[in-house]
């Protein structure tokens, strides 16, 4: 049974870049880097209330066979309260997805990071009476 994000990780070239590029888009630095901080091929970020994470790993060390080619075919949406993706689109990102306005007030936009992963944005009713 599914309860609820824990981790999610992505595999990129260059660790220190993203780790920096997500440290600008939080506004806080990980909490966690391997095997050092000055050369980490693995870093994570604690975001939000229940502390989900957001972690970066080095390609080199995706597993054999996995499409590593970037953004992938699903998208884990983050809670925010602002769904456009202007921010992100300013710090270098791409618009993958325009903002959507669904039902039951849900409203959701996907960005593509440098780094080739989506990014995906969500207001969500559910989130907040959580």
């Known amino acids: 049974m599914l309860r609820g994000l824990t981790t999610q990780t992505h595999y990129v070239d260059d660790v220190p870049a993203a780790i920096a590029w997500y440290r600008e888009v939080l506004g806080i630095d990980p909490y966690f880097l391997r095997p050092s901080a000055d050369e980490p091929a693995y870093g994570e970020f604690r975001i939000g209330p229940d ?3 957001l972690g970066f790993i080095d390609r080199r060390f995706a597993p054999p066979g996995r499409d590593t080619a970037g953004g992938g075919p699903s998208t884990t ?3 925010v309260d602002d769904v456009a993706a202007d ?3 300013a710090l270098g990102a ?5 903002v959507v306005e669904r039902e039951a007030g849900f409203v959701t936009a996907v960005a593509l990071d440098p780094f080739g992963n989506a990014v995906g944005l969500m207001h969500s009713p559910h989130w907040l009476r959580q």
């Open 87 to 89: 921010r992100l689109v």
């Open 94 to 98: 791409t618009e993958l997805e325009p």
């Open 77 to 79: 949406y983050w809670h």
């Open 51 to 53: 502390e989900d994470e």
